[in-house]
Nanobody
């Protein structure tokens, strides 16, 4: 099983950018899908974006499309979430997640490994 550790969260003004990182360790990742989810206070955890490690197919939530970009680095086993044009509604704890398989699924229960989360706060 893989282990995940997020970093890069913080406080940022609306309209600015932030990059989150997820360090992945423990397994060969060619058969994994990586995802970013977020959870705002009082709300359910929601899918943000996912990427198939092998081939790089991505799926984005409509709310972040054209603003957020996911990428992965094979050499360092890192997953990144570049967040641009941030809005107050992007404020949440962001989680990196992993699942074995090739389908980039959007339901949180499909992912069996999670990081500890990193807080992103966007001030308006």
């Amino acid at each position: 099983q893989v282990q995940l550790a997020e970093s890069g969260g913080g406080l940022v003004q609306a309209g600015n950018s932030l990059r989150l990182s997820c360090a992945v360790s423990g397994r060969t990742l060619s058969n994994y899908v990586m995802g970013w989810f977020r959870q705002a206070p009082g709300k359910e955890r929601e899918f943000v974006v996912g990427i198939r490690w092998s081939g790089g197919r991505t799926v984005y939530a409509d709310s972040v499309k054209d603003r957020f970009t996911i990428s992965r680095d094979n050499a360092t086993a890192m997953v990144y979430l570049q967040m641009n044009s941030l809005r107050s509604e992007d404020t949440a704890v962001y989680y990196c997640a992993a699942r074995r398989g090739i389908a980039v699924l959007t339901a949180s229960y499909e992912y069996d490994t999670w990081g500890q989360g990193t807080q992103v706060t966007v001030s308006s």
